[in-house]
């Protein structure tokens, strides 16, 4: 059952060597290899006319939902003994466990005009019942990929007992162009590469896009002027507007806090490069740290009390704490290398970042304190990880060596495993991770 689940999947996000026993439901996992779980999601039953192709299409999106996860693993329909004709028919489960079948998913899509309905249904094939009760959902024709990530996001939910983070949508810098003159452009997409569109025009430099936690808005580095200037812009209306910071030469750098109240940054007065922050209802402006080094890319903590960031303050590129109020940090990185821009987990007990070691680049995670830290990849060129809403999987963009190489962006579990590339129109950097939608 889904309760004996949860710590093997906890095992699996910490890759600790575990061994699952036989039963419902149950994943495999040794050394951080993990048994991914047969599930079958027969197509979803048409109700109404013309109900077809979008049913088909919903099914689709959630099977590879599940399966890009690395932790599901779907049967082929030309294996299935029983045939799903309607939704609310008894579920065979001899016929589903004589072909490995673990988990069943059974849904079924009606259209009527421009609104969408569809219901679903969890089983567990072996224990012979069912996961949680049905659903139904209800949007429209041009909303039914987010029907489809939601269903998704349950299912996923009940069977690993963590959060979703499939109806979460992802902004980055879209390239296009030659490499030596290339245009650089705001975009926003489904997490999946979907439903691509372009926030700012390719008229100047642009860099490091982050959401605020609401995902309702968005601040990014702009070279409008010519030097580094940070814009915040509202995704509805794709309206900007520069935004107030301490006086200086540049500011870039910038994150929201988890209230949508502050903005954090870097600014560069006179040579020196400090952390500042500034109330976006009044413009006040607090500087965080104040040295000859070069302090950037600070993150909060989800619960607003610290910030991390880096700074060569110690002759390399490290990590450090200090509290959100400023005061004395706190150096938490330690290994070989240099280490920049960190990335607090959502969940609260880890920081990502890209370290440089060696003529190689990595995505790592450590704990808070700087301990356990792992390394996830390695490539000639990976740097700026975000999380999902989960705090399970990064993102991150890399490069190819090579006068033809191209950025493009990838996805990895915080065990290191399930690396996959995000499909985007072109080339693609600095991917920032936005909430679940609303």
Known sequence: MLTRLLALISALFLAAPVLAQQGPLRITITDGVIEPIPV?????????????????????????????????RQIPPSAFISQIQSFTQPVSYPDWRAINAQA?????????????????RLFDVFSGGELGDGQQLIGTTGGWRRMAHKVADTVYSRVTGEGGYFDSRVVFVSESGPKDNRAKRVAIMD?????????????????????????DRVLYTSYDSGFPQIYMLDVANVSRQLLPTAAGDMAFSPRFSQDGARVIYSLTNGGNTDIWSSDLANGQATRLTNSPAIDTAPSFSPDGSRIVFESDRSGTQQLYIMSASGGEPTRISFGEGRYGTPVWSPRGDMIAFTKQNAGRFHIGVMRVDGSEERLLTASFLDEGPTWAPNGRVIMFSRETQGAAGESMLYS?????????QIVTPGP????????LQR
């Open 412 to 420: 990895v579990d915080i065990s290191g495993r399930n690396l996959r």
């Open 104 to 120: 069943l998913v059974v849904g079924a899509v009606a259209v009527s005009g421009d609104q969408v309905t569809i219901k679903f």
């Open 40 to 72: 079958a999601i027969p197509i979803f039953v048409a109700e109404t006319a013309g109900a077809g192709e979008i049913a088909a299409a919903m099914t689709q999106v959630i099977s590879d939902d599940l399966t890009g996860t690395g932790l599901f």
């Open 428 to 435: 693609a950097t600095d991917p920032a991770w936005g909430p």
């Open 191 to 215: 997490y999946d590469g979907a439903n691509v569109q372009y926030l700012t025009e390719a008229t100047s430099i642009v860099i490091a896009p982050r959401f605020s936690p609401a995902g």
